[in-house]
Protein backbone atom coordinates (compact mmCIF):
# COMPACT_ATOMS: atom_id res chain seq x y z
CA UNK A 1 0.00 0.00 0.00
CA UNK A 2 1.08 3.73 -0.80
CA UNK A 3 0.44 6.88 1.12
CA UNK A 4 -0.80 10.01 -0.80
CA UNK A 5 2.51 12.71 -0.95
CA UNK A 6 1.25 14.04 2.43
CA UNK A 7 -0.69 12.60 5.34
CA UNK A 8 -1.45 13.65 8.91
CA UNK A 9 -2.00 10.88 11.80
CA UNK A 10 -4.83 12.23 13.40
CA UNK A 11 -5.52 9.94 16.38
CA UNK A 12 -8.89 10.00 17.77
CA UNK A 13 -8.86 9.12 21.93
CA UNK A 14 -12.28 8.64 22.17
CA UNK A 15 -13.27 7.40 18.58
CA UNK A 16 -15.95 10.16 18.09
CA UNK A 17 -14.41 12.74 15.92
CA UNK A 18 -13.74 11.08 12.57
CA UNK A 19 -16.06 12.99 10.67
CA UNK A 20 -14.99 16.28 12.11
CA UNK A 21 -11.37 15.65 11.25
CA UNK A 22 -12.38 14.91 7.79
CA UNK A 23 -14.68 18.09 6.96
CA UNK A 24 -10.63 19.55 7.54
CA UNK A 25 -9.02 17.13 5.35
CA UNK A 26 -12.25 17.80 2.72
CA UNK A 27 -11.17 21.53 2.74
CA UNK A 28 -7.50 21.04 2.21
CA UNK A 29 -7.95 18.12 -0.78
CA UNK A 30 -10.40 20.78 -2.14
CA UNK A 31 -7.33 22.80 -2.43
CA UNK A 32 -5.30 20.52 -4.29
CA UNK A 33 -3.22 19.16 -1.99
CA UNK A 34 -2.77 14.79 -2.10
CA UNK A 35 -3.39 14.25 1.44
CA UNK A 36 -4.16 11.15 3.79
CA UNK A 37 -5.75 10.51 6.86
CA UNK A 38 -4.04 8.05 9.20
CA UNK A 39 -5.79 7.44 12.11
CA UNK A 40 -3.42 6.31 15.18
CA UNK A 41 -3.93 4.60 18.42
CA UNK A 42 -1.01 2.90 20.67
CA UNK A 43 -1.86 -0.06 23.27
CA UNK A 44 -0.85 2.41 25.73
CA UNK A 45 -3.62 4.06 24.49
CA UNK A 46 -6.18 1.21 24.12
CA UNK A 47 -5.52 0.12 27.77
CA UNK A 48 -6.29 3.28 29.08
CA UNK A 49 -9.24 3.85 27.01
CA UNK A 50 -10.65 0.20 27.11
CA UNK A 51 -11.09 0.42 23.86
CA UNK A 52 -9.41 -2.22 20.86
CA UNK A 53 -8.19 -1.92 17.45
CA UNK A 54 -11.15 -3.27 16.46
CA UNK A 55 -13.28 -0.54 17.82
CA UNK A 56 -10.69 1.88 15.84
CA UNK A 57 -10.91 0.42 12.63
CA UNK A 58 -15.01 0.10 13.61
CA UNK A 59 -14.99 4.12 14.12
CA UNK A 60 -12.98 5.15 11.31
CA UNK A 61 -15.05 3.00 8.84
CA UNK A 62 -18.50 4.57 10.26
CA UNK A 63 -16.53 8.34 9.66
CA UNK A 64 -15.32 7.53 6.28
CA UNK A 65 -19.00 6.04 5.05
CA UNK A 66 -20.64 8.87 6.69
CA UNK A 67 -18.76 11.72 5.24
CA UNK A 68 -18.43 9.97 1.65
CA UNK A 69 -14.63 10.40 1.97
CA UNK A 70 -12.72 8.96 -1.19
CA UNK A 71 -9.71 9.51 -0.82
CA UNK A 72 -7.60 6.91 0.71
CA UNK A 73 -7.37 6.40 4.70
CA UNK A 74 -5.91 4.12 6.99
CA UNK A 75 -5.45 2.90 10.43
CA UNK A 76 -1.86 2.66 12.39
CA UNK A 77 -0.77 0.44 14.52
CA UNK A 78 0.67 3.03 16.86
CA UNK A 79 4.44 2.40 18.05
CA UNK A 80 3.78 -1.32 18.17
CA UNK A 81 6.58 -4.28 18.52
CA UNK A 82 6.89 -7.73 18.92
CA UNK A 83 5.09 -8.33 21.62
CA UNK A 84 2.05 -6.32 20.70
CA UNK A 85 1.59 -6.37 16.89
CA UNK A 86 -0.64 -9.47 16.36
CA UNK A 87 -3.48 -8.29 18.19
CA UNK A 88 -3.19 -5.09 15.69
CA UNK A 89 -2.89 -7.04 12.63
CA UNK A 90 -6.35 -7.78 11.59
CA UNK A 91 -7.76 -4.38 12.06
CA UNK A 92 -4.71 -1.89 10.84
CA UNK A 93 -2.61 -1.08 7.74
CA UNK A 94 -0.41 0.84 8.88
CA UNK A 95 2.49 -0.12 11.03
CA UNK A 96 4.53 2.50 12.97
CA UNK A 97 7.31 -0.42 14.25
CA UNK A 98 9.05 1.22 17.54
CA UNK A 99 12.36 -0.18 17.98
CA UNK A 100 13.62 2.73 19.80
CA UNK A 101 14.22 1.01 22.81
CA UNK A 102 17.22 -0.82 21.07
CA UNK A 103 19.03 1.72 20.30
CA UNK A 104 22.22 1.77 21.79
CA UNK A 105 22.18 -2.07 22.13
CA UNK A 106 25.81 -3.38 20.75
CA UNK A 107 25.80 -5.71 17.65
CA UNK A 108 27.98 -8.67 17.16
CA UNK A 109 31.52 -7.13 15.97
CA UNK A 110 31.05 -9.39 12.26
CA UNK A 111 27.66 -7.72 11.78
CA UNK A 112 29.30 -4.03 12.44
CA UNK A 113 32.03 -4.95 9.60
CA UNK A 114 29.47 -6.52 7.17
CA UNK A 115 27.67 -3.53 7.42
CA UNK A 116 30.76 -1.10 6.59
CA UNK A 117 31.90 -3.08 3.79
CA UNK A 118 29.00 -3.26 2.29
CA UNK A 119 27.99 0.20 2.32
CA UNK A 120 31.63 2.16 2.21
CA UNK A 121 31.12 3.61 -1.04
CA UNK A 122 28.86 6.22 0.21
CA UNK A 123 31.63 8.15 1.40
CA UNK A 124 32.23 8.58 -2.63
CA UNK A 125 28.69 9.69 -3.41
CA UNK A 126 27.73 12.69 -5.11
CA UNK A 127 24.82 15.22 -4.02
CA UNK A 128 24.36 13.82 -0.75
CA UNK A 129 24.49 16.30 2.20
CA UNK A 130 25.92 13.70 5.06
CA UNK A 131 28.50 11.23 3.18
CA UNK A 132 30.00 8.33 5.83
CA UNK A 133 32.95 7.02 5.77
CA UNK A 134 34.46 3.48 7.52
CA UNK A 135 34.17 5.18 10.82
CA UNK A 136 31.24 6.81 10.81
CA UNK A 137 29.65 3.65 9.00
CA UNK A 138 30.82 2.06 12.24
CA UNK A 139 29.85 4.26 14.77
CA UNK A 140 26.23 4.54 13.54
CA UNK A 141 26.04 0.39 13.04
CA UNK A 142 27.43 0.40 16.56
CA UNK A 143 24.30 2.41 17.80
CA UNK A 144 21.57 1.39 15.71
CA UNK A 145 22.39 -1.59 13.57
CA UNK A 146 19.98 -3.69 16.57
CA UNK A 147 17.23 -1.84 16.37
CA UNK A 148 17.04 -1.89 12.67
CA UNK A 149 17.22 -5.88 12.83
CA UNK A 150 14.31 -5.55 15.63
CA UNK A 151 12.10 -3.89 13.26
CA UNK A 152 13.24 -6.41 10.73
CA UNK A 153 11.83 -8.80 12.78
CA UNK A 154 8.60 -7.09 13.82
CA UNK A 155 8.61 -6.55 10.32
CA UNK A 156 8.52 -9.98 8.90
CA UNK A 157 6.06 -11.05 11.43
CA UNK A 158 3.50 -8.52 10.20
CA UNK A 159 4.15 -10.15 6.85
CA UNK A 160 3.50 -12.99 7.97
CA UNK A 161 0.10 -12.07 9.41
CA UNK A 162 -1.28 -10.08 6.57
CA UNK A 163 0.81 -10.47 3.84
CA UNK A 164 3.66 -8.27 1.62
CA UNK A 165 1.20 -5.57 0.11
CA UNK A 166 -1.55 -5.05 2.47
CA UNK A 167 0.01 -2.35 4.85
CA UNK A 168 2.62 0.33 5.00
CA UNK A 169 5.61 0.35 7.09
CA UNK A 170 7.07 2.91 9.42
CA UNK A 171 9.95 2.63 11.39
CA UNK A 172 10.27 4.80 14.46
CA UNK A 173 13.06 5.77 16.33
CA UNK A 174 12.01 8.92 17.62
CA UNK A 175 11.32 7.78 21.28
CA UNK A 176 14.91 7.89 22.46
CA UNK A 177 17.10 10.33 24.70
CA UNK A 178 19.45 11.37 21.93
CA UNK A 179 18.74 12.80 17.48
CA UNK A 180 20.13 11.12 14.87
CA UNK A 181 21.80 13.43 12.46
CA UNK A 182 21.59 13.01 9.01
CA UNK A 183 24.47 11.25 8.17
CA UNK A 184 23.21 8.71 11.18
CA UNK A 185 19.50 8.48 9.09
CA UNK A 186 21.34 7.75 5.81
CA UNK A 187 22.98 4.36 7.71
CA UNK A 188 19.91 3.69 8.87
CA UNK A 189 18.40 3.72 5.89
CA UNK A 190 20.93 1.34 5.11
CA UNK A 191 20.37 -0.71 7.19
CA UNK A 192 16.67 -0.97 6.70
CA UNK A 193 17.09 -1.83 3.29
CA UNK A 194 19.23 -4.80 4.04
CA UNK A 195 16.87 -6.06 6.30
CA UNK A 196 14.29 -5.98 3.21
CA UNK A 197 12.08 -3.53 5.15
CA UNK A 198 10.23 -1.18 2.17
CA UNK A 199 9.96 1.23 4.35
CA UNK A 200 7.12 4.56 3.71
CA UNK A 201 7.86 6.54 5.74
CA UNK A 202 11.01 6.98 8.54
CA UNK A 203 10.56 8.62 12.16
CA UNK A 204 13.81 9.80 13.49
CA UNK A 205 14.20 11.62 16.92
CA UNK A 206 14.90 15.49 15.80
CA UNK A 207 16.88 17.99 17.46
CA UNK A 208 14.67 19.95 20.04
CA UNK A 209 12.00 19.19 22.21
CA UNK A 210 8.45 17.97 20.96
CA UNK A 211 6.11 18.33 23.90
CA UNK A 212 2.88 16.81 23.90
CA UNK A 213 0.21 19.98 22.72
CA UNK A 214 2.35 22.71 22.39
CA UNK A 215 4.87 25.00 20.33
CA UNK A 216 8.33 23.51 19.55
CA UNK A 217 11.29 24.10 21.99
CA UNK A 218 14.60 24.80 19.91
CA UNK A 219 16.16 26.65 17.30
CA UNK A 220 13.81 26.90 14.66
CA UNK A 221 16.26 27.71 11.98
CA UNK A 222 18.34 24.82 12.83
CA UNK A 223 15.45 22.28 12.70
CA UNK A 224 14.94 23.05 9.42
CA UNK A 225 18.39 23.20 7.96
CA UNK A 226 18.39 19.34 9.57
CA UNK A 227 14.93 18.83 8.24
CA UNK A 228 15.66 19.24 5.03
CA UNK A 229 19.37 17.43 5.19
CA UNK A 230 17.43 14.90 6.26
CA UNK A 231 14.66 15.08 3.12
CA UNK A 232 17.93 15.42 0.91
CA UNK A 233 18.79 12.13 2.54
CA UNK A 234 15.79 9.92 1.97
CA UNK A 235 15.61 10.97 -1.71
CA UNK A 236 19.18 9.87 -1.75
CA UNK A 237 17.79 6.78 -0.06
CA UNK A 238 15.43 5.51 -2.64
CA UNK A 239 17.83 5.73 -5.28
CA UNK A 240 20.78 4.05 -3.67
CA UNK A 241 18.97 1.68 -2.08
CA UNK A 242 15.75 0.69 -3.82
CA UNK A 243 13.43 1.80 -1.42
CA UNK A 244 10.57 2.83 -1.99
CA UNK A 245 9.91 6.00 -3.99
CA UNK A 246 7.26 7.46 -1.75
CA UNK A 247 9.15 7.53 1.35
CA UNK A 248 9.21 10.46 3.43
CA UNK A 249 10.41 11.67 6.59
CA UNK A 250 7.32 12.00 9.67
CA UNK A 251 7.29 14.03 12.57
CA UNK A 252 5.92 12.21 15.95
CA UNK A 253 4.20 14.64 18.23
CA UNK A 254 3.88 17.18 15.62
CA UNK A 255 0.69 18.93 16.77
CA UNK A 256 0.93 22.38 17.67
CA UNK A 257 4.25 22.89 16.32
CA UNK A 258 3.17 26.36 14.84
CA UNK A 259 6.99 27.69 14.55
CA UNK A 260 8.29 24.91 12.45
CA UNK A 261 4.70 24.65 9.73
CA UNK A 262 5.84 27.79 7.29
CA UNK A 263 9.15 26.32 7.06
CA UNK A 264 8.16 22.75 6.90
CA UNK A 265 5.76 23.94 3.87
CA UNK A 266 8.95 25.77 2.59
CA UNK A 267 11.11 23.17 2.43
CA UNK A 268 8.97 20.40 1.04
CA UNK A 269 7.86 22.27 -2.05
CA UNK A 270 11.02 23.10 -2.83
CA UNK A 271 12.28 19.47 -2.55
CA UNK A 272 9.21 17.77 -4.65
CA UNK A 273 8.88 16.08 -1.14
CA UNK A 274 6.19 15.39 0.90
CA UNK A 275 5.35 14.31 4.84
CA UNK A 276 3.74 12.49 7.66
CA UNK A 277 2.46 14.62 10.46
CA UNK A 278 1.54 12.57 13.52
CA UNK A 279 -1.31 15.35 15.35
CA UNK A 280 -2.59 12.52 17.71
CA UNK A 281 -4.11 14.20 21.09
CA UNK A 282 -4.74 17.56 19.53
CA UNK A 283 -8.68 16.08 18.69
CA UNK A 284 -9.10 15.08 22.19
CA UNK A 285 -8.44 18.51 23.52
CA UNK A 286 -10.38 20.53 20.88
CA UNK A 287 -13.53 17.69 22.46
CA UNK A 288 -12.61 19.70 25.80
CA UNK A 289 -12.63 23.31 24.29
CA UNK A 290 -15.76 22.56 22.44
CA UNK A 291 -17.49 21.19 26.06
CA UNK A 292 -16.54 24.46 27.41
CA UNK A 293 -17.46 26.50 25.23
CA UNK A 294 -20.98 24.98 25.17
CA UNK A 295 -20.98 25.92 28.81
CA UNK A 296 -23.83 23.97 31.14
CA UNK A 297 -23.19 20.12 31.74
CA UNK A 298 -19.71 20.81 29.49
CA UNK A 299 -18.51 23.39 31.12
CA UNK A 300 -19.04 21.11 34.26
CA UNK A 301 -17.34 17.51 33.05
CA UNK A 302 -14.46 19.68 31.64
CA UNK A 303 -13.81 21.08 35.07
CA UNK A 304 -14.26 17.76 36.42
CA UNK A 305 -11.58 16.64 33.92
CA UNK A 306 -9.30 18.99 35.07
CA UNK A 307 -9.77 18.57 38.91
CA UNK A 308 -9.22 14.80 38.37
CA UNK A 309 -5.63 15.44 36.29
CA UNK A 310 -4.71 17.92 38.98
CA UNK A 311 -4.80 15.20 41.40
CA UNK A 312 -3.07 12.21 39.50
CA UNK A 313 -0.56 14.47 38.32
CA UNK A 314 2.09 12.20 39.06
CA UNK A 315 0.35 8.98 37.92
CA UNK A 316 -0.53 11.32 34.36
CA UNK A 317 2.34 13.27 33.70
CA UNK A 318 5.18 10.23 34.79
CA UNK A 319 4.58 7.82 31.51
CA UNK A 320 5.10 11.31 29.36
CA UNK A 321 7.69 12.43 31.32
CA UNK A 322 10.14 12.88 28.09
CA UNK A 323 7.08 14.77 26.40
CA UNK A 324 5.57 17.53 28.89
CA UNK A 325 7.63 20.82 30.14
CA UNK A 326 4.87 21.62 33.15
CA UNK A 327 5.84 24.24 35.85
CA UNK A 328 3.45 22.24 38.65
CA UNK A 329 4.16 25.38 40.78
CA UNK A 330 2.15 27.66 38.29
CA UNK A 331 -0.90 25.65 37.29
CA UNK A 332 -4.22 26.60 38.21
CA UNK A 333 -5.95 24.93 41.28
CA UNK A 334 -8.85 23.09 40.95
CA UNK A 335 -11.01 25.75 43.15
CA UNK A 336 -9.76 29.00 40.70
CA UNK A 337 -10.68 26.97 37.40
CA UNK A 338 -14.11 26.05 38.85
CA UNK A 339 -14.39 30.06 39.14
CA UNK A 340 -14.16 29.80 35.10
CA UNK A 341 -16.68 30.14 32.62
CA UNK A 342 -16.83 28.38 29.48
CA UNK A 343 -15.15 31.20 27.81
CA UNK A 344 -11.91 31.46 29.85
CA UNK A 345 -11.62 28.11 30.54
CA UNK A 346 -11.36 27.96 26.35
CA UNK A 347 -9.10 30.19 25.98
CA UNK A 348 -6.40 28.74 28.97
CA UNK A 349 -6.37 25.45 26.77
CA UNK A 350 -6.86 26.41 23.28
CA UNK A 351 -3.31 26.99 21.61
CA UNK A 352 -3.58 30.51 20.58
CA UNK A 353 -0.60 32.41 22.00
CA UNK A 354 -2.05 35.59 20.93
CA UNK A 355 -4.37 35.37 24.04
CA UNK A 356 -2.92 36.60 27.34
CA UNK A 357 -5.35 34.19 29.04
CA UNK A 358 -3.40 30.85 27.04
CA UNK A 359 -1.73 28.29 29.56
CA UNK A 360 0.80 26.04 28.42
CA UNK A 361 1.14 24.02 31.61
CA UNK A 362 -2.78 23.60 31.92
CA UNK A 363 -3.04 22.68 28.08
CA UNK A 364 -0.23 19.91 28.87
CA UNK A 365 -1.84 18.78 31.97
CA UNK A 366 -5.14 18.07 30.62
CA UNK A 367 -3.25 16.39 27.24
CA UNK A 368 -2.19 13.87 29.59
CA UNK A 369 -5.49 13.78 31.61
CA UNK A 370 -7.69 11.83 29.07
CA UNK A 371 -7.27 8.49 31.43
CA UNK A 372 -9.19 10.69 34.01
CA UNK A 373 -11.85 11.35 31.00
CA UNK A 374 -11.99 7.75 29.72
CA UNK A 375 -13.00 6.85 33.65
CA UNK A 376 -16.27 9.17 33.42
CA UNK A 377 -17.48 6.90 30.89
CA UNK A 378 -20.49 7.23 29.56
CA UNK A 379 -20.84 11.13 31.12
CA UNK A 380 -18.14 12.04 29.11
CA UNK A 381 -19.15 10.69 26.00
CA UNK A 382 -22.92 11.58 26.55
CA UNK A 383 -21.67 15.19 27.04
CA UNK A 384 -19.65 15.01 23.78
CA UNK A 385 -22.93 14.28 21.52
CA UNK A 386 -24.98 16.78 23.72
CA UNK A 387 -22.74 19.35 22.64
CA UNK A 388 -21.81 17.58 19.08
CA UNK A 389 -21.98 21.47 17.64
CA UNK A 390 -19.52 23.33 19.39
CA UNK A 391 -17.38 19.94 19.49
CA UNK A 392 -17.12 18.93 16.23
CA UNK A 393 -16.85 22.90 14.96
CA UNK A 394 -13.50 23.39 17.30
CA UNK A 395 -11.81 20.26 16.18
CA UNK A 396 -12.56 20.38 12.38
CA UNK A 397 -11.30 24.57 12.84
CA UNK A 398 -8.17 23.28 14.96
CA UNK A 399 -7.04 20.83 12.52
CA UNK A 400 -7.78 22.73 9.37
CA UNK A 401 -7.08 26.15 10.37
CA UNK A 402 -4.18 25.54 13.04
CA UNK A 403 -2.51 22.34 11.54
CA UNK A 404 -3.15 21.63 7.47
CA UNK A 405 -3.09 25.22 6.07
CA UNK A 406 0.27 26.69 7.37
CA UNK A 407 2.14 22.75 6.75
CA UNK A 408 0.49 22.92 3.25
CA UNK A 409 0.74 26.58 2.64
CA UNK A 410 -3.27 27.34 1.56
Known amino acids: MTLPRFSIGTGDRFGMEGRAQLAALEAARAAGFDVGIVWNKSAREHAIIHSSPADQRN ?41 ADFIGQ ?25 PVDAAALRSAASRYLVAVKEAGKVYR ?45 IAPKFSGRFNKGVDYVGDVAAFLSEFEADIRVTQFAVKAFGLPAGLKLSIHSGSDKFSLYPGIAATARKLGAGFHLKTAGTTWLEELVGLAEAGGSGLAIAKEIYRGSFGRYDELVGPYAAVVDIDRSRLPSPETVESWDGPAFAAALRHDRTNPRYDRGFRQL ?44 F
Open 106 to 130: APAAADIETFVARHRDLAAAKDLPA
Open 157 to 201: RIVELKGEKDFVAEVSMDETSEPQNPAELLAILAAISDEGIPVTT
Open 59 to 99: AAAAAVSASGWRAPWFVDADHVGLKTVEAFAPHCDFFTIDV
Open 366 to 409: LHVGYKVASEAGSRFLSAIEEHRESVSRNVTTNLLERHLRPLLG
